[in-house]
């Protein structure tokens, strides 16, 4: 079993930044391919960027040059840094884990966190 906490949402302006964090717990963190996935109201989730124990990284294109995603193995922490914020970033984020990378970004996971909530105002 794995835990994951999520931290680090809140309320921010247009064009500000906000870092997520998740911490994992319960098992080996190098076996999973961690990622962060989103959903807005009204909305289905989705895939927002994923990264693997070795630190190769993939990106919704929607985020690319916006968002970063890394990870510290030692901490079995998984980062989430967003910058250039828009409205349409709004949602509630989810740190996720798979073992298989199709399948962490296909959304078919193995263990989810609880979500933070994210709410960018024009």
């Known amino acids: 079993q794995v835990q994951l906490v999520e931290s680090g949402g809140g309320l921010v302006q247009a064009g500000g930044s906000l870092r997520l964090s998740c911490t994992a717990s319960?098992?080996?963190?190098?076996?999973?391919?961690m990622g962060w996935f989103r959903q807005a109201p009204g909305k289905e989730r989705e895939f927002v960027a994923a990264i693997r124990w070795s630190g190769g990284t993939d990106y919704i294109d929607s985020v690319k040059g916006r968002f970063t995603i890394s990870r510290d193995n030692a901490k079995n922490t998984v980062y989430l840094q967003m910058g250039s914020l828009k409205p349409e970033d709004t949602a509630v984020y989810y740190c996720a884990a798979a073992r298989s990378w199709s399948a962490l970004k296909g959304g078919r996971l193995d263990y989810w966190g609880q979500g933070t909530q994210v709410t960018v105002s024009s």
């Open positions: 319960g098992r080996t963190f190098r076996d999973f391919g």
